[in-house]
């Protein structure tokens, strides 16, 4: 059994550095250093965020802190409604088929059908969010095996949001029926 020898280690190493010219060290010796500059930096190709910026000024730090304008998350609101009170997700694809509106001065009726390739959770959580602002408040929610029933009223008026996963090729349908108050509000 051969034994370590840590002499023969450092010869190695001698003979490869004995072979690099000057230039050559002087050349190791300054990557290394820039290596080490930027690690105290903290500016590090891989490093993902950068560094903290240093306030040099005192007055700098007694000015008022604004907030970044930061979109709220979840899915966002249609520009087109087909109601002015009943919000629609943008990139909700309006199935013309299963659709039915009436619509006069005093009254609104009508079933709003739609697919989307977004998730259940995000069409629901879109309504509890957005629904508020058209003054419809949260009475209650069914959840069941492929979808998920929201119910909202507001004064004269209930609206029921439905929605439905039709699998992985299909997307989820979502109806949502707008009915006089005292209406059944599911269906039109």
């Not at 609206?159 to 039109?188: F, H, I, N, Q, Y």
Request: glycine share 10%; with cysteine; net charge positive.
């Amino acid at each position: 059994m051969k034994r370590f020898r840590p002499q023969v280690l450092v010869n190695g190493y001698r003979k490869f550095f004995e072979r690099w010219t000057v230039s050559a060290h002087v050349l190791f010796l300054l990557a290394v250093g820039g290596l080490l500059l930027q690690a105290c930096n903290g500016n590090m190709p891989w490093q993902k965020t950068p560094p903290p910026v240093l306030l040099d000024d005192p007055a700098a730090s007694d000015q008022a802190y604004l907030a970044p304008d930061v979109q709220p998350p979840g899915l966002p609101l249609a520009t087109e409604q087909r109601f002015e009170d009943v919000p629609v997700p943008k990139g909700a694809k309006p199935d013309l088929e299963r659709t039915f509106v009436y619509q006069s001065a005093s009254l609104h009726v009508g079933r709003l059908v739609y697919s989307s390739r977004a998730s259940i959770t995000d069409l629901a959580q879109f309504y509890i969010r957005e629904a508020p602002t058209g003054q419809w408040q949260l009475q209650n929610t069914v959840e069941a095996e492929k979808g998920v029933q929201l119910l909202f009223h507001k004064p004269g008026q209930s609206m029921t949001v439905e929605v439905k996963d039709l699998g992985l090729a299909k997307g989820r349908r979502l109806t949502v029926t707008v009915t006089p108050d005292g209406g059944s509000g599911g269906g039109v």
